[in-house]
């Protein structure tokens, strides 16, 4: 029976090896497979922030675009601004000298209907003189 003992002990061994051999095979399958899961999530995170940083740089890229528009439209609208400031000024004077010259005209109309009124007064004046 000793020998039967060896075997017994020998089959026992084998069933544990086996078993274990199992539970580390199923255990591998099961790690490799998370593993893989996990490669999985990776890569799409990956590929997310790749997307991502894309957009960001386009954005980025729009963002100076537009900056340059907003500045360019800050300067074109300096320029128009100042432009308008000059006109102004001018359209102002030239209101002061229309002012002064219809002053001048009313002047000269007043001394005109003087002078015509001494004219007619010296006319009239000249008529019964020769009378």
């Keep these: 029976m000793s020998f039967n003992l060896d075997d017994s002990l020998k089959n026992r061994i084998v069933i544990i090896l086996a078993i274990l051999s199992a539970v580390f095979f199923f255990g591998t399958v099961s790690s490799c497979n998370s593993v893989m899961r996990q490669k999985a999530r990776g890569d799409k995170e990956m590929a997310l922030r790749l997307a991502l940083e894309e957009r960001m740089n386009r954005f980025s890229q729009d963002r100076s675009t537009l900056e340059e528009k907003v500045k360019a439209k800050e300067k074109e609208a300096q320029e128009s601004k100042a432009a308008f400031e000059n006109a102004n ?37 000249n008529k019964r003189l020769k009378k």
């Design 89 to 125: 000024k001018s359209l102002i004077q030239e209101k002061l000298i229309n002012q002064s010259l219809k002053e001048e005209l009313e002047k000269v109309t007043k001394l005109k209907e003087t002078l015509e009124n001494d004219l007619k007064q010296a006319k009239e004046e």
